[in-house]
Structure formats: structure tokens, C-alpha cells
């Protein structure tokens, strides 16, 4: 034993010096050189223009639009502008109307591409940092001292993207006539509640809503503004038969409620166009991507629904936006999203300069190429890093309990924090993310509130074989076969860890191919399964997965979307589905968990909703460092470009930041206000 | 045929005027010879068959002896080798002898174009040897060793040898390619052989009894033939036990398969046998007595011996490309297992053709393969012909 | 004769009902139903479901009942002529599929029109000069059709033609013509588009029918009554083409059967590398999403195609080789 440790530690040290040369340079360097590479900017954004003292006096439309006007089919632009349009300042420079925005998507799963450059049809939104809320579709939103009751006051004046009026009549019609009917919407979410109290959505005027709960509730603010289930906006929440966000166009779905005639006469419309019953009807009526009669208020509407090669969105004539000398946003005509049936082709479309703007589906291992052809293509790459900390954690199981042996292991802290030692993320880094990443623990970047601080980036996260190796004998698994690897204390066989992936945004499997192999060196063999999606969802809501491996993306901003932190959502609850369950049921279904760590956790989360920011993120703050202690998610690299931040830009586009924020509430491209880009020529 | 062939031989033999008279001329061989030497004679004069057949053996020779041929771990990954180019071997020392080597090499990513970039380390230089040591295996499974082929003289082939370049995670191709042949080769086999047996009896049975077996056998042949393998496929795949490794899950699966995957053979047969039913030495052979199950195997199957050979050879590379095709689909194989499909799925994307564009000679020992057992079916099937 | 077609005809309704049933039951097979591929989906895109939404799609698509009640429900709407919504593309399913069936008709029969224009007569060039220089040529380069695996090969050639003409090329239709309504011009994008799917398509199809018409005509060629023939005083090509080439066709008219199902769904894999929109990808997707309706009514067509396929090729099995037909009538 004891010779075979000098002879890893005598050749991890020749290795080491080996690599020095490779190594010592660039990684000590990598953080400046990534810093002076022409590829990372800084991030920069259109600022808005909230005084009303500075609104332009005079408007402008597009010519599209201003032919129509004159044929008498649209009214004035003063007339389709609210009173209190929302004002842009251009990023760069004021831009000229015209031109089309050419992108591919990946089919009707890929309804997350469209909806994103309709974003700016959220309440509020984020800034260009992700960091600060501002104004959106709502002229403001104001929280009660006590945090029960949020007001939000809409834009005089505004309209739907069919000159109907858009008023609190709208969000009183969804509360009432699609979140309260049960048909539509079975059970209501969580994110209307606090404390188990169901929260009420009341019309105070035309233009003033609120939101009141019974119990002080900060955390709504945050929720309206980031990408959930009440505050997402019509085009995410109400696609594909969700049915939330917060208001809808009841002046055009009122036709298909039961309500307002009758269930016969909505049932016979329905099966006269084609659907089973009005349920499914008004499921497809409200759905913008493949109704185009639904009246929207981004700024583009959908022409050629999502289910067809050519997914085509028009410029909406009554959108809400102007730039700071009057012109009404968005200065392109029209959206042209082009059918790829993988996302390879994707790819080498873009390299090809067959696409304006693409971040979506660019694979960033394809970077070198991509980069030597930008002249060709008449692109240029920016790369946006995200603030999550793992591009690729790996959840533990806690509650796993069909191997007794293997459960045992999986609890244990000081076994995870061995796996976690044993692990080279500057080799990882080096291979799958070309060294572009930041290694370390899964908590969000350092410029994060929520970031316990600097130290924790590296505790328990760095290369240590020896300390590992120590560990894992100390805790009872020391012996080992004839390979080297350690046993299991109930029968002596090789102790086997599964580890779940599948092929999704990065390629996992080879990332665990290399872990495996570096987990060689402690003794502990893992089995990586690539497994089918579908089948990997239904291992982990049935509790059969040891680890699983995915990544964190948005648990930057904590407790909006939590699930991949922490086991609270049961319908993705890698770290333990029991648990999950446990907690979303408020005990009544699921297991309480033994460990206190996980306990406090729960503690802690559930208190967050009633406190106020800076309160919540040291409550945040205090949950990451458990985390990171406990090791129940083993991060590994992130705060990366890997998932949409290699961004290829046509050079015929103006206005466009150099570097944009790609975290998950930011929800790239349309934080970067896809509506005051322009086309040069 | 056969018996009365060896009948007349043993009788020329023991024939007394024999003894006396010169060696059999060549007309007397073929005319006493069995039928396998026949076979034999007319396959050994279509050369390239011939050339095929002992490509083939080479084939599963290196698939036997693997571990041996290859000289790194196939699954040893490193950052810092990745994606490094094949290398130049040096065959003359500085001295003038003979004596291989290659320079070592130093990689460093450049932070422009973001490749790496490798450069000769001009200090260092590993001399090849031939069964040099490397990493520990087991030679057939049993036999513990270090032994390989390749591999350098002091030090570690990892360090120095390249000689088909490696992957992204730094892995040596040619030893990837070596282990893969091994996996890509057997796994096929056991499906094969269940398809063929199958093939022959149902097709046979349905062509030669025809009537309601012949109907229902057409028709279960078409509900069959309409079965969606993929679901199949996931679902046999979620159904096998957790802890099996995907080798295991795969070749249980294929086996699985191949019971649906006869109906093409099947088809085939009987379309022979609807046509030899009526030939005059069957009905010969029934008038002589000869039962059933003599007709089938005495006199037809001869006959289209041929044809079965043809559709077998034809069958292992068809195995092998699905086996590629279903890992291009994520259905197949998986990492960490090692098979051609697995590495060609690895080279089947942009950044392999743009950047390490040698990885797709992986590709080169599937075609070789491909092309080897479809001439050396040919030939079987050439050599087989009653007729020639 | 009569009595056979009408004894056929009745028997392909049993298998269609056979193939309906066992097709719907091993969709269902992979665990999960398509909420659960939905929701795997979504969060793959960092959506979230919620188990509320999930429970409320379920009910929605009835994927709560039994799987013979919704069979039952299927197969009943079949009858009347509806096939169902794809949950997927939201659309009835006769729309999803019609909008890709001719296309998809168009392009394999392209590749079959180009496979057998070039495999028969190599096929019974090499069986007749066999062994010369030409017959081992057109041998290897068929053979090496086989070999490449053919996404491999339509990787590689996208991505050359993308090196040296800057352009890619996949999909069926320049971007101006895809949303443009019919006209001589598109139907000119489109086939000058056509040629390189139908030749990597074509390829394998070709060397495996090289070989086997080469194979058949060699058996036949060495038969007593081609010799006759010749000695009869025919001319050499009448020798050839009157009764060898037919009898070689046997498995040609065998394989009639499964290249009807391949016209309707040509080949999954090359169609995805090469991103054309036929029937092929549309099947493979439905199946891994079991977006039921739309994988069902694409089985059971292609089942239908089967059917019909046998049937036909039984026919022409019967009208080559008079022996069979013979037989048939006993």
C-alpha cells in the first residue's frame, strides 16, 4: 500500500512538472488573457429612459407601417403608442428601420428560442447586469412596506398587438377566467401562495393592479421579475398549455370560455375546427407560436406558426417601445427562424453566415472553427459568460436507499468531499471548455450577491489525491482489490458507483469518461451511464439514481429557480426525490431526511420567501455554504459560455454589446433588447 | 452425391488394374473428389476472395489480441494530449542505424484561434521497440501481462507515442481503434447466427410446405417487418437490469432483436424454394422415397447454399453498421465502451472535420472490413455454385 | 387466381389490425409517456413543469387511461377517418405527415430510380465478363458503397461543399423558395437540390443490388437451357435478357416488399445529417418523444405499405417465373 501511494504521488509530481509548461502559464494567466482577448467584453446594455421630463414629444414609424397608415388600415403611430411609451437609449447610436433577422431553431421543442426575443413582454424585467430591476411592459411595480401587496401600474394607452386596449381588465380576466377555472388550470402554483395562503390578483383602476397576499411575501417582487411561472410573460407561460403570467387578451379568448356562452356551443366550435373538446381549443387559441391570431404585445408577432419549416414573426405595430428621439421600436421588419433538424446543422449554418444572431444551440467545442471562419461568414463571436458555478455538478442522492451499502457511501459527507478532491477541473476545463471556465464549487460567480464569499469557491474543490485517498480510507473503505479499487464493507466486491447522464447541452458522458478515470486514483470505480432522457427523468422520480449529473443553471438568483441548489421541486429533484417530496407536501407525502444539514436547509429556504433582500441573501448565502461543505452537488467548472454565450453576430448589425448577461433570468437575446438592433445597410 | 463419390473412389482404388498405372489425372480428381474440395479448389482461384478472407483473419486475430497491439490505456484521458496530430516516425538515428523514433512533443493552446498547438520538444526522443512494456491487461482475459507490440524503449508511451494521433480527451487512436475491433467484431456474431437459423427454417419451412403455413408465415413476416425497432430498442433497453454494462445491455438486446430481424432471409429462401419445389431432381427424389427432411437438406439446400452464404456475408457487415448507425442515433453503444461506432460517432461533427480531421480513420477499418466479407462472401458464393 | 387476390386482401386486413395493435404496444414500451419525454424536454431548455401541469397534460391527452382504452379510442377514430392530433406539433396528424409525405416519396423515389438504373445493368455486366478487369471495378466501387456508412458520408460531404463553395447545403430548398408558394422555379431549387441526398441514399442500395443480380444471373447462366439456347442459334443478348435476367429478378421482385415502406419513409439517418424534412426524422422523433397519434399513424402506414408491398411483390414473383405461378394455381 504504502508503495504504490509514493509511486502516485512520485508520478502526479512528474506529471505535474511535465506539465508545467503547459499549465503553470496559462492557467496562472488564463483570467488576464481571457480578460485581454478581443472575445470577452465588457457587459453593456441599452439603458432606459425613465424621466418622463426627457420622453420624446414626436413619434415615427416604420415604412411598412407608415404605408399602412396612409391606406387607412392602421391608425396614427401617436394613437398606437401608449401615453408613457417605454423609452430606450440605443446602445451605440439611433438605428434605421428595415431588414430581416435570420435564426434557426430546432423544432417545436425549441419554443424557448421564440419566446425569449418576445421577453420584453414581462411586467419588469432585468437590466443589462442582471442584477437590477427595471421596467418593462408595467410603467412600475410597487411592494407594500409589509410585502403583502404589490402594485403594478400599467402604461395608459397601451395595446395589444391588435389595437385592442390592454388594460387591468386583462389580468383580472386571466385570475378569474383561466388561473381559477379548474378545466384549465388543475391545481394553482406555488408561486401564487405564501405560507400555504393563495395569494388574490384585484383591478384597482384601468390601469393599476395588485397582487395581495395574506402574509409579508418580498421574494414576489423578484419572482415577477425573473423567469417564473407568474412572472414569465404571456408568450413563455401561456405556450404550450401552461396557462400563467400574470394577464392575457381577454377581449379575443373570451370567445372560447364557456363562460360567455355556453360549453355546448364552445364544444361544437371546437370540434368544428378540429379539437376533441374547448379545453383543448383554448390551449391552442392562447398559444403564440402556433395561433397567430393571439394578440401579443413583444415586439414581434408570429406570422408562420412554430410547427412549420419557417417560423415567422412580423413587427408588432403597436408596441410600446420608442427610442429616445421618438422612433417606435423594433427597428427590424421581421424574424425568420429556419428549421434544422439537429443541431449540428445549426452549427454549420452559422459558420456559414447563414444567420444574423445565433447563440442558441452553438456548441462551444466547435469554437476554433467557428473563429477561423468569421471573415468568411461575415460574423464576429463575442463571448457572454454565465454567473452559475457549474456548467456540470454532480447531484448525490440522498435519499437512495435500494442499496443499503451504496446509500451509506452516498450520505456520507466525508465520501462525497474525497469524490470531490479527486476530481482535475483544470483538466475538464482544459479539454471540453478550452479552458474558457472558472473551476471550482457550484456557487454562483463572485460578483453575485448570493456568493458566500471567495473562499468557498475553492473549498473542497481543488485536486487533492492524497488528502482524498486519505479521507476515504479513514471512513472505512481502505481495502481494496487487485486493481485497486476499494471494496464494499458488506461483501467484499468492488464497490461500483452509478453515475446517470445524458447527452444533452454538453457532452457529459465524455466529461464523466474523464472523471471516471481520474477517480481511478482514488480507488473508486464509477459506472457512467448515458441514458435516454425520458428514461433518465423516470430513474430519478423513482429514486433509482446514485448520482446525476446536469448542470446549475439558474440557481444564480437563488430562489427562483432552486431546484438544481437544492431538493425542493419534486419534478427534478436529483439530490433527492424523496425529500422533494417531503418538502413540497409539507410531510404529507415523501421522506424527512435524517441529515440536519439538509433539515436547516429546508429551514433556511422556507423562511427566505418572508424576508427582505439583503436578508434573503445572507439567508442564501448561508444555505451555499452547506452546500459547499456538505458537498451534495460536487461542481466542477462554470461560470462558462458554454450554454448560449458563443454568440455570432452578422457584421451588418448594430447595436449590439459586446458582452451581454446569458444567466437564466436574463434570458439572452431578449434581455439584450432585441428591438433596438438594426441592420447597417 | 457424397457418399457415392467416396464409394467410387475407394472402389478406384482398390481396383487392380489401378496400381499400375500413373497418378489420377486432373479430369479423375474433380470427378472423385467430395464437394468441399471442389468448393475449395474454385475458391482458391478467385484471388481476391481469397486476399479478403485472410484480411478477415487478420481482422479477428487483432481483435483477439487486441490489448497486445494497442500501447497506451484506451482510456486513460489527459487534457494535455489532446487532439494531437499523427506523428512522424524517424526510422534513422543520428548515427545512421536503424532504429525508430519520434520526438516528444509540447502543446500549448493558443488563447487567438484557441487550438493547441503542438511543437517538437527537440531534447526529448523516444526510441520504438518492438514487444516493448506498457500498460497492464489481460492477454485473452487470463493472462496477466505488460507486454505489447509497440511500444517505447524507457518510458511511457503516453508521453511520446502518437502514431495516429489522439482524441479530445487525449486518448491514442490507434490503440482505441485496436480495442474497438474487438467489441465491433464479436458482438455482432451471436445475432447473426440467430437470424440466419431462423432465416432457413421459416423461409424453408414456408416455401417448401406453402399452403396456410406459407400464408401465415408471409404475414407474421409483415407484422413483424412493420414493428418500430426503435421503441423496442428503448424499451428492452429501460427493461435490462440497472448494473448490466452497456456491452452487456447491447449484445442481450441485438440477440433480442434478431429474432425480428430474419424476416429478409426469410423471404429470400422461400422465394428459392417456390422455385426449386418443381425442379425435376426433387420430384426425383420424392419418387425415390426420400423423406421430407432428406429433400430439404440433401438436395435443395445445396442448391442455394449459395445464396444463404451470400446473405450471411452480406448480414455480420450489415450488423456492424447498425451497430455505427444506432450509436450516431444515441441508441447503440456507449462510452466508456469502445467500439468503431462509438469512435466514429466521436468524428462525426464539425469541429473533427475542421480541426482533427484524422480521427475518421476510424472509418477506414469499418470499410476495409465491409469490403473483406462482402469478397469473400462473393467468392464462397462463386466457389459454392453446383453449377460451375 | 381470383380466389387468391380476395383470400390476400382478407388476410391483409388481419395483419393491418395485428401490426396496429402490436405497434401501439411497443410505443408505449420505453418507460414514461410523452409528458414525461415533454417534460425532459422543457427542462433540457430550462423550462420548468411543475407536477400540477404535468398531471393537467395527462388528462388532456387521456394518457391517464389505460393503454387499451386509449387503443380502443385510436383505433376507433381510425375507423372513421381521423388520426389524431400530434401533441407534438399540435396539428392533426394527417397535416403533420402530408406536409412531408410527397417529398419524402419524391426523394426515395429518386434514389430508387437512380439505385436500380445503375445496379442492373453493372449487375449483369459483371455477370456476364466475369472476373474481368470491369467486373472487379464495378465490384469494388459498389462494395465500397456499402462500406461507408452513409451519415458519414453525408457529414463529410456537407461539410466539403461547405469549405469550397461556401454554401451548406441540406435541406430540400434554398431559404428564398421555403416559404414561396409552387412554381417552376421552386420545383427547379428543388431538384437541382435533389440529386445529392438521392446519391448518398442511392449508394449502399446499389452495391447490394450489384451483387445480387451478379449472384442470380451467374446461377442462371450456367443452367443447361441457356446452352441450349446458344446452340439454338439466339443471339447472345436474346440469350441473356429472355430468361436469365427474369429468373435473376426473383429477389428483386422479393424485395418489392420493403421498398414500398422505404418510399414512404426513406432513411432516417441520412435525412438527419442532411436535414431534409421527410418522414423518416418525423417517425424517429415521435418515437423517442411517444408522441403516440403521430408515431402510431406513421407505423401503421408504413405497415399498409408492407402489406401492399408483399402482396405486389407476390404478384410479380408470380408473372416472372411461371414455375411459381404454376404452383400457386395447384
Known amino acids: 500500500m504504502a508503495i504504490s501511494r509514493s509511486v502516485l504521488l512520485a508520478s502526479v509530481a512528474f506529471a505535474m512538472l511535465a506539465a508545467g509548461s503547459f499549465f503553470a502559464g496559462p492557467v496562472a494567466a488564463q483570467n488576464s488573457e481571457l480578460a485581454k482577448s478581443e472575445l470577452v467584453g465588457k457587459i453593456e446594455g441599452p439603458q432606459l429612459v425613465l424621466d418622463p421630463a426627457q420622453m420624446p414629444k414626436e413619434f ?296 444574423d444572431l445565433q447563440e442558441r444551440h452553438i456548441d462551444i467545442g466547435k469554437l476554433p472553427v467557428i473563429l477561423e471562419n468569421q471573415k468568411k461568414g461575415n460574423y464576429t463571436v463575442h463571448l457572454d459568460l454565465a454567473i452559475n458555478g457549474a456548467d456540470t455538478i454532480l447531484q448525490i442522492n440522498q435519499s437512495y436507499k435500494a442499496d443499503p451499502e451504496v446509500a451509506k457511501w452516498l450520505t456520507n459527507a466525508d465520501f462525497r468531499r474525497a469524490l470531490s478532491l479527486g476530481i482535475d477541473r483544470d483538466q475538464l476545463n482544459e479539454t471540453f471548455w478550452l479552458g474558457l471556465a472558472t473551476p471550482g464549487s457550484a456557487v454562483p460567480a463572485e460578483s453575485s450577491p448570493y456568493n458566500p464569499g471567495p473562499e468557498w469557491r475553492k473549498k473542497w474543490s481543488t485536486l487533492d489525491i492524497k488528502k482524498a485517498n486519505e479521507m476515504l480510507d479513514a471512513i472505512g473503505l481502505a481495502k481494496k482489490d487487485g486493481e485497486g479499487f476499494r471494496v464494499r464493507t458488506d461483501n467484499g466486491q468492488r464497490l461500483r458507483i452509478q453515475v446517470q447522464t445524458v447527452r444533452a447541452f454538453l457532452p457529459w458522458p465524455n466529461q464523466l469518461e474523464m472523471i471516471a478515470q481520474q477517480w481511478k486514483k482514488i480507488g473508486i470505480q464509477a459506472d457512467v451511464k448515458e441514458v435516454e432522457r425520458t428514461l433518465a427523468m423516470t430513474r430519478v422520480l423513482n429514486n433509482e439514481h446514485h448520482i446525476m449529473v446536469w448542470n446549475n443553471g439558474g440557481t444564480e438568483l437563488f430562489y427562483l429557480f432552486p431546484r438544481h441548489a437544492i431538493p425542493v421541486d419534486p419534478t427534478e429533484a436529483y439530490m433527492g426525490p424523496e425529500f422533494a417530496q417531503w418538502y413540497a407536501s409539507n410531510g404529507k407525502q415523501g421522506r424527512k431526511p435524517d441529515d440536519p444539514n439538509l433539515l436547516k436547509i429546508f429551514d433556511l429556504f422556507r423562511s427566505a420567501a418572508g424576508q427582505q433582500a439583503e436578508e434573503r441573501y445572507k439567508t442564501a448565502q448561508e444555505i451555499w455554504k452547506i452546500l459547499v461543505d456538505q458537498q451534495y452537488g460536487i461542481g466542477t467548472v462554470g461560470q462558462s459560455a458554454a450554454l448560449m454565450g458563443v454568440r455570432l453576430v452578422s457584421n451588418k448589425l448594430g447595436n449590439i454589446a459586446s458582452r451581454v448577461c446569458i444567466a437564466q433570468h436574463c434570458r439572452v437575446p431578449g434581455g439584450s433588447h432585441p428591438e433596438q438592433w438594426y441592420y447597417k445597410q | 452425391m457424397r457418399a457415392t463419390s467416396a464409394i467410387s473412389g475407394i472402389f478406384a482404388r482398390l481396383a487392380p488394374w489401378r496400381g499400375v498405372a500413373a497418378a489420377p489425372s486432373a479430369e479423375e480428381r474433380i470427378a472423385f473428389a467430395t464437394q468441399f474440395q471442389l468448393t475449395w479448389w474454385r475458391f482458391r482461384k478467385h484471388r481476391l476472395a481469397v486476399w479478403s478472407g485472410v484480411i478477415v483473419a487478420l481482422f479477428y486475430l487483432v481483435a483477439i489480441f487486441a490489448d497486445f497491439i494497442a500501447y497506451t490505456d484506451p482510456h486513460a484521458t489527459d487534457a494535455r494530449r489532446s487532439y494531437i496530430p499523427p506523428q512522424a516516425i524517424h526510422i534513422f538515428d543520428a548515427d545512421g542505424s536503424v532504429s525508430p523514433w519520434v520526438h516528444g512533443l509540447k502543446g500549448k493552446r493558443d488563447l487567438k484561434t484557441f487550438k493547441i498547438v503542438y511543437s517538437v520538444d527537440p531534447e526529448s526522443k523516444l526510441y520504438l521497440r518492438f514487444f516493448a512494456e506498457g500498460y497492464r491487461y489481460d492477454l485473452f482475459g487470463l493472462i496477466p501481462t505488460t507486454t505489447h507490440l509497440i511500444g517505447v524503449a524507457d518510458g511511457n508511451a503516453e508521453d511520446g507515442l502518437y502514431l495516429l494521433g489522439t482524441d479530445l480527451l487525449g486518448r491514442d487512436l490507434w490503440s482505441r481503434i485496436a480495442v474497438a475491433t474487438r467489441i465491433s467484431l464479436f458482438i455482432g456474431l451471436a445475432g447473426v447466427m440467430v437470424s440466419l437459423f431462423l432465416g432457413v427454417l421459416l423461409g424453408g419451412i414456408s416455401g417448401l410446405y406453402g399452403g396456410t403455413i406459407d400464408t401465415l408465415i408471409q404475414r407474421l413476416i409483415e407484422v413483424i417487418r412493420s414493428i418500430p425497432t426503435i421503441p423496442l430498442w428503448m424499451g428492452l433497453a429501460a427493461a435490462l437490469p440497472n448494473d448490466w454494462t452497456t456491452t452487456q445491455i447491447y449484445f442481450a438486446i441485438t440477440v433480442i432483436i434478431s429474432f425480428i430481424g430474419w424476416t429478409d432471409l426469410a423471404r429470400v429462401v422461400r422465394g428459392r424454394f417456390l422455385a426449386l419445389r418443381g425442379e425435376d431432381f426433387v420430384t426425383a427424389a420424392e419418387l425415390a422415397g426420400a423423406s421430407r427432411m432428406r429433400i430439404i437438406f440433401r438436395h435443395m439446400l445445396p442448391s442455394f447454399l449459395s445464396h444463404i452464404i451470400a446473405a450471411t456475408s452480406l448480414a455480420l457487415p450489415a450488423m456492424i453498421i447498425s451497430e455505427t448507425s444506432l450509436s450516431f442515433l444515441g441508441l447503440g453503444l456507449r462510452p466508456p465502451a469502445i467500439s468503431w461506432g462509438i469512435l466514429l460517432q466521436d468524428a462525426q461533427n464539425i469541429q473533427t472535420l475542421g480541426i482533427a480531421p484524422w480521427l475518421l480513420v476510424s472509418a477506414v477499418p469499418v470499410i476495409v472490413i465491409i469490403l473483406a466479407f462482402n469478397f469473400l462472401g462473393d467468392g464462397l458464393r462463386d466457389a459454392a455454385d453446383p453449377y460451375g | 387466381m381470383i380466389a387468391y387476390i380476395v383470400r390476400r386482401l382478407l388476410l391483409a386486413i388481419v395483419t393491418i389490425w395485428a401490426i396496429s395493435v402490436l405497434s401501439f404496444v411497443i410505443i408505449q414500451l420505453p418507460p414514461g409517456d410523452f409528458v414525461d419525454a415533454y417534460i425532459s424536454r422543457m427542462s433540457a431548455n430550462g423550462s420548468a413543469v411543475s407536477a400540477e401541469e404535468a398531471q393537467s397534460l395527462r388528462r388532456l391527452y387521456g394518457l391517464d387511461r389505460p393503454i387499451y382504452v386509449q387503443y380502443a379510442k385510436w383505433m376507433g377514430r381510425v375507423a372513421e377517418g381521423n388520426f389524431g392530433d400530434s401533441m407534438e406539433w399540435q396539428r392533426p396528424v394527417t397535416e403533420v405527415i402530408g406536409d412531408r409525405l410527397w417529398l419524402t416519396m419524391v426523394v426515395s423515389i429518386a434514389a430508387i430510380i437512380l439505385t436500380w438504373g445503375i445496379a442492373l445493368p453493372i449487375g449483369i455486366y459483371s455477370a456476364v465478363r466475369q472476373y474481368s478487369i470491369g467486373d472487379y471495378i464495378f465490384t469494388f466501387l459498389g462494395f465500397l458503397g456499402i462500406a461507408i456508412p452513409n451519415f458519414l458520408l453525408a457529414l463529410i460531404i456537407m461539410y466539403f461543399s461547405f469549405k469550397l463553395f461556401g454554401t451548406s447545403i441540406g435541406g430540400l430548398f434554398s431559404a428564398e423558395y421555403q416559404l414561396a408558394p409552387w412554381s417552376f422555379a421552386k420545383l427547379g431549387d428543388m431538384l437541382a437540390h435533389l440529386p445529392l441526398p438521392a446519391f448518398i441514399l442511392a449508394v449502399a442500395g446499389t452495391a447490394q443490388l450489384i451483387r445480387i443480380m451478379r449472384a442470380n444471373l451467374l446461377d442462371e447462366l450456367r443452367k443447361p437451357y441457356v446452352v441450349t439456347a446458344r446452340a439454338k442459334g439466339l443471339t447472345e443478348m436474346r440469350v441473356i435478357m429472355k430468361y436469365p435476367v427474369r429468373a435473376a429478378l426473383n429477389p428483386f421482385a422479393s424485395s418489392l416488399a420493403y421498398l414500398f415502406p422505404y418510399v414512404v419513409s426513406g432513411s432516417i439517418i441520412v435525412s438527419l445529417v442532411l436535414s431534409l424534412p421527410t418522414v423518416g426524422p418525423l417517425l424517429l422523433t415521435s418515437l423517442i418523444a411517444q408522441d403516440m397519434f403521430l408515431a402510431g399513424t406513421i407505423v401503421l402506414m408504413l405497415g399498409v405499405m408492407t402489406v401492399i408491398g408483399t402482396f405486389l411483390s407476390d404478384l410479380v414473383l408470380m408473372w416472372i417465373d411461371p414455375r411459381i405461378r404454376f404452383q400457386v394455381d395447384e
Open chain 1, 60 to 355: 415615427h414609424e416604420a415604412p411598412m407601417l407608415a404605408e399602412l397608415v396612409k391606406a387607412g388600415k392602421l391608425p396614427p403611430v401617436k394613437d398606437r403608442l401608449p401615453a408613457e411609451p417605454l423609452v430606450i437609449k440605443p446602445l451605440n447610436e439611433i438605428g434605421k428601420y428595415g431588414g430581416t433577422w435570420r435564426r434557426g431553431f430546432t423544432g417545436t421543442g425549441d419554443v424557448e428560442n421564440g419566446n425569449r426575443i418576445n421577453a420584453s413582454d414581462k411586467l419588469i424585467f432585468w437590466d443589462e447586469s442582471g442584477n437590477k430591476i427595471v421596467p418593462s411592459v408595467a410603467k412600475s411595480v410597487d411592494m407594500s412596506p409589509d410585502g403583502k401587496t404589490f402594485t403594478i401600474h400599467l402604461r395608459k394607452g397601451m395595446k395589444w398587438s391588435d389595437g385592442a386596449p390592454f388594460t387591468a381588465d386583462d389580468f383580472t380576466f386571466w385570475f378569474e377566467d383561466l388561473y381559477s377555472n379548474k378545466d384549465i388550470v388543475p391545481t394553482p402554483i406555488a408561486d401564487m401562495s405564501v405560507n400555504g395562503k393563495p395569494g388574490r390578483l384585484v383591478k384597482v383602476d384601468e390601469t393599476t393592479v395588485q397582487f395581495q397576499f395574506d402574509d409579508p411575501y418580498f421574494l414576489f417582487y423578484d419572482m415577477l421579475a425573473g423567469d417564473t411561472l407568474i412572472g414569465g410573460g404571456q408568450s413563455v407561460r401561456q405556450s404550450q398549455t401552461f396557462t400563467f403570467g400574470a394577464y392575457s387578451p381577454g377581449h379575443y379568448l373570451k370567445q372560447f370560455l364557456p363562460k360567455y356562452s355556453s360549453e355546448e356551443e364552445v364544444n361544437k366550435r371546437a370540434k368544428a375546427e378540429g379539437f376533441d373538446n374547448w379545453v383543448k381549443m383554448i390551449h391552442f387559441k392562447k398559444d403564440w407560436s402556433l395561433n397567430k391570431e393571439l394578440p401579443t404585445l413583444g415586439p414581434w408577432h408570429m406570422v408562420n406558426p412554430i410547427n412549420t419549416p419557417n417560423w415567422v414573426l412580423e413587427r408588432n405595430p403597436y408596441y410600446y417601445g420608442v427610442d429616445t428621439v421618438g422612433n417606435q421600436l423594433p427597428y427590424i421588419d421581421r424574424v425568420t427562424l429556419t428549421l434544422a433538424e439537429n443541431t449540428e446543422v445549426i452549427n454549420l449554418r452559422a459558420i456559414a453566415g447563414e444567420y
